[in-house]
């Protein structure tokens, strides 16, 4: 097993604990979650190896630049590179190897682990006695217990708990966020035994200078992630329903938000918008949703949720038509800029981006939409002024920096009355006073 000694664990200023010793490391993805976590690990020391069944990927970071638009990590790649392969024979050193892989859903929303149980059948045959192995992809309840420990022991021949060590540690990692990052933010584990829950703390108390808190089990901490991001995912319902109703009874939802923000407890501000996007948020309830099911118990809320929040895209298209039509314009034949593919401000990730159901809803109704973002290329208008040429109206449906400083006369210089701001990120009233067909969703 991966042995702590006292020599490992030194005290800082305070008298708090500071593990320091060196373990070999392999993450398991190298994606939004696993690249930002190698590198962690590698700037507090450990030796790492990154594996990535990608081969563009791994030729990307090889060649020192990062495969997604992140300027923290170019920075980080630009002064130390990382070992990283396809081949997972690397990991014959590795005593700790955390696993980063996708958890998506497929089309009919059921979740698809086979990116997680590829990721374990290809770990398990270089797995040596006494390793820890650690989950970080985020999981319903259950998945550590009925998926990865039985595709590793299967496919080693060695006992969990006993040859080897498993943890779960779901990440929270938030790209593009200024203040929380994979070193700062607080991390929860949960282990198969309480060696390997104390391997694990260890591990992540050497490279992260938030709280690690430990958990009761790996099904307490793979329920932890799930029900954060449901929690934001049926607050945004709540926000959205909001949106829908006051939009019939002329209130202005985004003031009333707002406004109850200012008392002091009780009340969380969410916000409204075209839609949820991004690869946890919209995904992650699914997983616990289906999980409720497979034991007899059927989550109505969180399904409800789910069902008001894929419903905004739609309704921005419909905004968007019903604004054109009370100024004589029809939608059908009418070339739409839609600014922003990411799913959120200032980065380069599409993933169940809510710009893609608006693309697919205005071509459906017989529009030419005309995509265009400046984070992600190769794909639509390739300036907001090309996009913005002919238009007859627009869609705001990411709330890119370059976006929220968009001015009325970016819109009137191209001749575009009609804005729909699907993140509520334009001055209303100053695009109203200007002259602008502005409607935000909800206000
Ligand atoms: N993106 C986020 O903001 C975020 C935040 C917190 C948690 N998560 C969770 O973390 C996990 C990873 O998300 P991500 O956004 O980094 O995904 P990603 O798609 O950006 O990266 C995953 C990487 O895993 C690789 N991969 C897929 N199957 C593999 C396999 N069998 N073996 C080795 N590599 C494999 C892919 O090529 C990809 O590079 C998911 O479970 C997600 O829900 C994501």
């Known amino acids: 097993m991966v042995q702590i000694q006292e020599k490992d664990i030194q005290t800082d200023a305070v008298g708090l604990p500071v593990p320091t010793a060196v373990f070999n490391v392999a993450v398991i993805g190298l994606g939004y979650v696993g690249l930002p976590l190698a590198l962690l690990a590698s700037r507090k020391g450990h030796r790492v190896i990154g594996i990535d069944i990608s081969e563009r990927k791994i030729a990307s970071i090889r060649g020192g630049v990062s495969p997604f638009y992140d300027e923290k990590i170019q920075k980080h790649l630009d002064a130390k590179p990382l070992d990283v392969d396809t081949n997972f024979a690397r990991l014959r050193e590795s005593e700790i190897i955390v696993v980063c892989v996708p958890t998506p859903v497929h089309e009919d929303h059921l979740p698809d682990l086979t990116p997680?149980?590829?990721?374990?059948?290809?770990?398990?045959?270089?797995?040596?006695?006494?390793?820890?192995?650690?989950?970080?992809?985020?999981?319903?309840?259950?998945?550590?217990?009925?998926?990865?420990?039985?595709?590793?022991?299967?496919?080693?021949?060695l006992r969990a708990g006993v040859d080897f060590l498993v943890s779960h540690c779901p990440e929270r990692v938030n790209p593009g966020d200024e203040r929380w990052s994979v070193e700062n933010i607080n991390r929860v584990v949960g282990s198969l035994t309480p060696e390997g829950l104390e391997k694990t703390l260890f591990f992540y108390r050497s490279i992260v200078r938030g709280e690690v808190r430990p958990m009761g089990s790996l099904k307490e901490a793979e329920a932890v992630k799930i029900v954060e991001n449901t929690f934001r995912d049926v607050n945004i319902a709540f926000v959205n329903e909001l949106a829908l109703s006051f939009d019939k009874l002329g209130i202005d939802v985004v003031n009333v938000i707002e406004a109850a923000s200012t008392k002091p407890f009780?009340?969380?501000?969410?916000?409204?918008?075209?839609?949820?996007?991004?690869?946890?948020?919209?995904v992650d309830p699914y997983y616990l949703i289906e999980e409720g099911r497979r034991n007899g118990f059927e989550h109505?809320?969180?399904?409800?949720?789910?069902?008001?929040?894929?419903?905004?895209?739609?309704?921005?298209?419909?905004?968007?038509?019903?604004?054109?039509?009370?100024?004589?314009?029809?939608?059908?034949?009418?070339?739409?800029?839609?600014?922003?593919?990411?799913?959120?401000?200032?980065?380069?990730?599409?993933?169940?981006?809510?710009?893609?159901?608006?693309?697919?809803?205005?071509?459906?109704?017989?529009?030419?939409?005309?995509?265009?973002?400046?984070?992600?290329?190769?794909?639509?208008?390739?300036?907001?002024?090309?996009?913005?040429?002919?238009?007859?109206?627009?869609?705001?449906?990411?709330?890119?920096r370059a976006f929220r400083s968009l001015s009325p006369e970016d819109f009137l210089k191209h001749n575009v009355r009609v804005v729909i701001d699907g993140k509520n990120c334009l001055p209303k009233q100053v695009f109203l006073d200007a002259g602008i067909h502005y409607r935000g969703i909800g206000r």
């Open 116 to 157: 997680l149980s590829g990721a374990c059948e290809s770990i398990a045959p270089h797995l040596k006695k006494g390793s820890l192995v650690v989950i970080e992809s985020t999981v319903n309840p259950g998945v550590c217990d009925t998926i990865v420990i039985p595709a590793l022991e299967k496919h080693s021949g």
């Open 266 to 282: 009780a009340f969380m501000p969410h916000f409204p918008s075209c839609g949820v996007g991004g690869h946890c948020i919209p």
């Open 300 to 400: 109505e809320f969180l399904s409800l949720a789910r069902s008001i929040n894929n419903r905004m895209p739609v309704h921005t298209v419909n905004l968007l038509a019903r604004t054109l039509e009370e100024h004589n314009e029809e939608l059908r034949g009418a070339r739409i800029a839609v600014l922003g593919l990411a799913y959120k401000s200032d980065i380069d990730d599409t993933r169940e981006s809510p710009a893609r159901i608006i693309l697919k809803e205005l071509t459906v109704r017989g529009a030419e939409p005309v995509p265009y973002d400046p984070f992600v290329k190769g794909e639509g208008a390739a300036s907001l002024e090309e996009a913005l040429k002919g238009a007859r109206g627009a869609i705001v449906a990411t709330s890119h």
